[in-house]
């Protein structure tokens, strides 16, 4: 167990949706990853952010978006959801940014039908 | 652009051989270098990073890693292969976005 947790596990939307992710960083974590694995993209990163505040973006698309709230718990909002959006998202925390190592959720499997 | 490649898709060994994975960079200054390992239906598990110091870096499960700043490369071995370690395993940097390569599954067959 990693400390890091992901809810939900699992979530089967339909296109059009909205959708939210919640990750839970590891006590004393202030930096939260999040990431979407699909078979075809690899492990993608979408976001970093620092003690509340934006560190880095990745190719992240526009109908998605995500923040870091002051008890350092972060979400995933992912709206007008597309078939293409399917694929398991991850969280990581670690204690710093660059040089720490971060831990990873077991993810939450989004399939949107 | 700052990237790590793996050039190798695959890697199969036999059980007890020596496992090689292989993680080129090119990444500007002093490269915050990791490898993960990811087991089917898990999320990724750290095995070893470089930040500075010995280019050998030794990690978990018997893993270590070769820093090779002329040859741009960040390897990663072990000396003794075992079915437990037929995983996916990804290379890693963190420029604050911690980008991993397309990854390399291993296969140890006993």
């Known amino acids: 167990d990693s400390g890091v947790t992901q809810t939900p596990k699992h979530l089967i939307t339909a296109t059009g949706q909205r959708v939210t992710l919640r990750c839970s960083p590891r006590s004393g974590d202030l930096s939260v990853y999040w990431y979407q694995q699909s078979l075809d993209q690899g492990l993608q990163f979408l976001i970093h952010?620092?003690?509340?505040?934006?560190?880095a973006k990745g190719n992240i698309l526009e109908r998605f978006s995500a923040q870091q709230f002051p008890d350092l718990h972060s979400e995933l909002n992912l709206s007008s959801l597309e078939l293409g959006d399917s694929a398991l998202y991850f969280c990581a925390s670690s204690v710093g940014d660059r040089g720490s190592v971060a831990f990873f959720g077991q993810g939450t499997r989004l399939t949107v039908v | 652009a700052q990237s790590v490649a793996q050039p190798e898709d695959q890697v199969n060994v036999a059980e007890g051989n020596p496992l090689t994975v292989k993680c080129t960079y090119s990444v500007s200054g002093n490269p915050y270098l990791f490898w993960y390992v990811q087991y089917p239906n898990r999320g990724l598990q750290f095995l070893l990073k470089?930040?500075?110091?010995?280019?050998l870096v030794k990690g978990s499960y018997g893993f270590e890693a070769e820093f090779n700043k002329s040859q741009t490369s960040f390897h990663l071995k072990k000396p003794s292969a075992l079915v437990s370690d037929s995983a996916l395993y990804f290379c890693a940097f963190n420029d604050y976005k911690l980008s991993f390569g397309a990854g390399t599954t291993v296969t140890v067959r006993a």
């Open positions: 470089y930040i500075t110091g010995d280019n």
């Open positions: 952010y620092y003690n509340g505040e934006e560190r």
